[in-house]
């Protein structure tokens, strides 16, 4: 009898510690998912911002350089290529602010809530 229910709890413990791998395993694969989305986000606004950076530099100081007069062309072009590296700098920023989660942070603290559980409380 004694056996019986060492045996049963045995099996209780590891089916627990399975399912809890299973649950850990699906957190981990739906964070991945999110990471891969956010990284092609990120991947896709880079390259946007690398397109209007110097497309849109190159066809406004072509343009104003044919449209100023001559005394005014310099001036204007500094003007201009200021103002294309600001909206580069601020993209820039954009994707150094939204860059810096720590990928499966949700898995990361889950798993060390499960471990603090398993000792017996917060250490």
């Known amino acids: 009898m004694m056996r019986k229910n060492l045996v049963a709890d045995v099996r209780g413990i590891a089916s627990d510690a399975v399912r809890i791998v299973r649950t850990r395993l699906e957190l981990l694969s739906i964070e991945f998912q999110e990471e891969k ?16 950076s110097f497309f849109g530099m190159l066809l406004a100081l072509a343009w104003l350089v044919l449209a100023l007069p001559v005394e005014y062309r310099q001036a204007v072009i500094g003007c201009v290529g200021l ?10 920023f954009w994707l150094s ?3 810096g989660r720590t990928p499966f942070a949700s898995t990361i603290d889950t798993l060390i809530r499960d471990e603090a559980a398993f000792r017996g409380g917060d250490d």
Do not use: Y
């Open 83 to 92: 103002a294309f590296l600001a909206a580069a700098a601020s993209c820039a």
């Open 37 to 52: 989305a956010r990284v092609v986000r990120q991947v896709l606004v880079a390259s946007g911002a690398l397109f209007f």
């Open 97 to 99: 602010r939204n860059g």
